[in-house]
């Protein structure tokens, strides 16, 4: 189970965290990653993981501003947003990989307003 929270409104330019807490796997070794899906839009890729052991990448429409990171004693990842812009309200999801399933949370929107 894949469960996201942290969203909310805030305006240009502010900051925003969400968590995904992972649960349910018996060991850590799934990869995670970050999408989102705006009004009327396809879902998009963030950024994350793709790939056991590799380092975390990133759209390049967030680059500099998204960090992922991830604590695996509380098995939880982290989005931070920072130099939010309107076009980056969405409905974020987070995608865990775990032995070739995917699991895809809920989703957690984020709105900023200009």
């Known amino acids: 189970q894949v469960v996201e929270s942290g969203g909310g409104l805030v305006q240009s330019g502010g900051s925003l965290t969400l968590s995904c807490v992972a649960s349910g796997f018996t060991s850590s070794s799934y990869v995670m990653s970050w999408y989102r899906q705006a009004p009327g839009k396809e879902r998009e890729w963030v950024g994350g993981?793709?790939?056991?052991?590799?380092?975390?990448s990133y759209a390049e429409s967030v680059k500099g501003r998204f960090t992922i990171s991830r604590d695996n004693a509380k098995n939880t990842g982290y989005l931070q947003m920072n130099s939010l812009k309107s076009e980056d309200t969405a409905v974020y999801y987070c995608?865990?990989?775990?032995?070739?399933?995917?699991?895809w949370g809920q989703g957690t929107q984020v709105t900023v307003s200009s």
């Open positions: 995608r865990a990989i775990y032995n070739s399933w995917s699991y």
């Open positions: 993981v793709t790939a056991p052991g590799s380092r975390n």
